[in-house]
């Protein structure tokens, strides 16, 4: 089992930054893909990038693969989405989620339902 916890949320303007961090709970957090996924108003759950157990090169979702930045620490069972250059249509809850690929594994899925567990999400707001 594991617990995830978000955090970093807020109400930012066009063009600011935001640091999101997920804590995880569990010994075995280096063996979980993380990923972050949002939910704008009125629209369905999205992809936004994720990363492997180990660090590897993430994968993101095209429209911020150049503003927005995952990383981990799995000595702290942490994950981070920073979030950079901030747009109005960025406005959604964000969501941490792990998925469970085995302590080598360096695969990660863009799927939500591949994703096992999930936090309770923190909400990010763009104004204009």
């Known amino acids: 089992q594991v617990q995830l916890v978000e955090s970093g949320g807020g109400l930012v303007q066009a063009g600011g930054s935001l640091r999101l961090s997920c804590a995880a709970s569990?010994?075995?957090?280096?063996?979980?893909?993380m990923g972050w996924f949002r939910r704008a108003p009125g629209k369905e759950r999205e992809f936004v990038g994720a990363?492997?157990?180990?660090?590897?090169?993430?994968r993101y979702l095209e429209s911020v693969k150049d503003r927005f930045t995952i990383s981990r620490d799995n000595a702290k069972n942490m994950v981070y989405l920073q979030m950079n250059s901030l747009k109005p249509e960025d406005t959604a809850v964000y969501y941490c989620?792990?998925?469970?690929?085995?302590?080598?594994?360096?695969?990660?899925?863009?799927?939500?339902?591949?994703?096992?567990?999930w936090g309770q999400g923190t909400q990010v707001t763009v104004s204009s």
């Open positions: 989620a792990a998925d469970y690929r085995g302590c080598t594994s360096t695969y990660v899925s863009t799927a939500d339902v591949a994703y096992d567990y």
């Open positions: 990363i492997s157990g180990r660090g590897g090169v993430p």
């Open positions: 569990g010994r075995t957090f280096s063996c979980y893909a």
